[in-house]
């Protein structure tokens, strides 16, 4: 990639995959990631910024600016991922306790800072529930001035994971979701159709995690946290998914996914369709439409299919590097 870096703000709740997309951003020459902001998700929020500042120190990243974000969803209880992440996280991997400090600042008065600071518009990551976001959107409107698009990692067209419909992002705060698609920005929807799909093969893990160099070796152990076959051969259950990572391989190569510009929305109601990503990819209006009227719903680039091996080529040479 050719030019000037992107600016790149991260909204995460790290966690193993975001651990790895925050791994990939601090190491690709084309992304200047500005700041972090956490938020409770896969685990509380305060164990979000402690396992990030500790990702960020592993990967020898410069001092980036760190903020402590929401502690709950608009509406709902947190509801941890510890069952998938471990409990602290990070895949339980005893990772040392950080010896940066998170920023004076709270999460969503260093995204304005950030964003509106930025001499070129800014590309703004969430791979976390979106409460941030929506925060961030209903204070200070202004910001969309200065951001170029929103890659966000959630949602689903097809299957969901934390029901079946709802991808665990969104379903962990529907509202916060649907307050996003109201940014009046361009949107990237980079959901688990894609997500699941990106997996590095086992010889390739076991290579990290053998590293001398704490990023890469960091990278390795995540990776085979999160096997993407468990069961099988041993060669396989170390191949591990890439997740959240996929969303910011994304902004450095779009060309990677295929994406539709297409109606979505997100199911507010309660009940078994709550949290679930309605993604309208009918080729002509039906009778819902034509007797009761055409509904405005945001547009959204919707990432439908993904090129696995470039994605894997592209995040093991950005690691390693």
Same mark, same amino acid.
């Given at each position: 990639m050719t030019g000037q870096p992107i600016p790149v703000i991260i909204d995460c709740d790290t966690g193993v995959d975001d651990a790895l997309a925050l791994l990939?951003?601090? =190491?690709?020459?084309?992304?200047?990631? #500005?700041? !972090? +902001?956490? &938020?409770?998700?896969?685990?509380?929020?305060?164990?979000?910024?402690?396992?990030t500042l500790t990702v960020l120190e592993q990967a020898g990243a410069p001092d980036i600016p760190v903020g402590r974000g929401a502690e709950r969803p608009l509406l709902e209880p947190a509801r941890s991922a510890r069952h998938v992440h471990g409990a602290d996280g990070m895949g339980d991997l005893g990772l040392p306790a950080p010896t940066?400090?998170?920023?004076?600042?709270?999460?969503?008065?260093?995204?304005? =800072?950030?964003?509106?600071?930025?001499? #070129?518009? !800014? +590309?703004? &990551?969430?791979?976390?529930?979106?409460?941030?976001?929506?925060?961030?959107?209903?204070?200070?409107?202004?910001?969309?001035r200065n951001i170029e698009r929103i890659v966000f990692m959630g949602g689903a067209v097809a299957t969901g994971n934390a029901t079946a419909v709802a991808e665990f992002n969104v379903w962990h705060d529907p509202e916060a979701a649907a307050v996003l698609l109201t940014a009046d920005v361009p949107i990237t929807m980079y959901g688990l159709d894609v997500f699941t799909r990106v997996v590095v093969p086992g010889a390739d893990v076991h290579r990290l995690r053998a590293s001398s160099e704490p990023g890469s070796r960091l990278a390795g152990e995540?990776?085979?946290?999160?096997?993407?076959?468990?069961?099988?051969?041993?060669?396989?259950?170390e191949a591990?998914?890439?997740?959240?990572?996929?969303?910011?391989?994304?902004?450095?190569?779009?060309?990677?996914?295929?994406t539709r510009l297409l109606p979505v929305e997100v199911s507010l109601a309660p009940g078994p369709t709550r949290g679930q990503t309605v993604?309208?990819?009918r080729p002509r209006p039906g009778e819902a439409e034509i007797h009761e009227g055409v509904r405005q719903q945001p547009l959204v680039d919707v990432a439908l299919d993904v090129d696995v091996d470039r994605f894997v080529k592209l995040y093991l040479d950005t690691v390693e590097r």
């Open positions: 990939f951003a601090v =190491r690709h020459p084309a992304i200047d990631l #500005r700041a !972090v +902001t956490c &938020v409770a998700g896969n685990t509380d929020v305060d164990g979000v910024v402690r396992n940066r400090a998170p920023a004076d600042l709270d999460a969503v008065s260093l995204l304005r =800072r950030e964003i509106l600071a930025s001499p #070129r518009p !800014v +590309t703004l &990551v969430p791979t976390a529930p979106l409460t941030n976001i929506a925060l961030l959107l209903r204070t200070h409107p202004e910001v969309t995540l990776l085979a946290h999160r096997p993407a076959h468990p069961g099988e051969a041993p060669e396989a259950e591990g998914g890439l997740g959240d990572a996929g969303a910011v391989c994304t902004v450095v190569d779009p060309a990677g996914v295929t993604v309208d990819r």
